[in-house]
């Protein structure tokens, strides 16, 4: 089992539509170091911090479980989409997803200023400088010293 960090604008999709939802896919990833990540390494049944972006309230809002592996993004099909991509085919895709389900909201939202504070977190891509990936790794000790942090 690993952990991971998944960024999103909850405006678009937060951690209250994943409850609301209860599961859904991680589509429209358009970074392929993101994407690498997505197909190659996070697996069933990990575990996902989800991260509210683009917001006036930064930070992890809840956890989420990994409940399928990674499939091609169908999104990315369709011209419909805001995700299509033309360049996408079928046979070689370009894009892919995983699904997840929801777990629970942290107690309270762990906003960015927190977890920038922490020695715990310093080699965390999340709080270096100019990072933006939407799907990052996260260690145990890293996870565990985030959830640590609901209750203060």
Not at 66 to 79: C, G, I, K, Q
């Amino acid at each position: 089992m690993a952990y991971w960090l998944f960024k999103t604008e909850p405006d678009t999709f937060s951690i209250d539509t994943l409850r609301v939802q209860g599961s859904s896919p991680w589509e429209g990833v358009r970074n392929y170091q993101a994407r690498n990540m997505l197909r190659d390494e996070v697996k069933e049944g990990d575990f996902v911090l989800i991260y509210h972006s683009s917001c006036k309230k930064v930070g992890v809002a809840g956890i989420a479980k990994v409940t399928r592996e990674s499939y091609p993004d169908h999104f990315a099909l369709n011209p419909e989409s805001e995700y299509f991509d033309p360049k996408s085919d079928p046979d070689n895709p370009r894009w892919f997803m995983v699904d997840i389900e929801f777990v629970r909201k942290t107690q309270r939202l762990i906003p960015l200023s927190v977890l920038k504070s922490m020695p715990e977190l310093e080699n965390m891509p999340l709080v270096k400088r100019g990072n933006r990936l939407s799907v990052m790794p996260v260690t145990e000790s890293e996870w565990q010293a985030i959830l640590g942090k609901e209750v203060l």
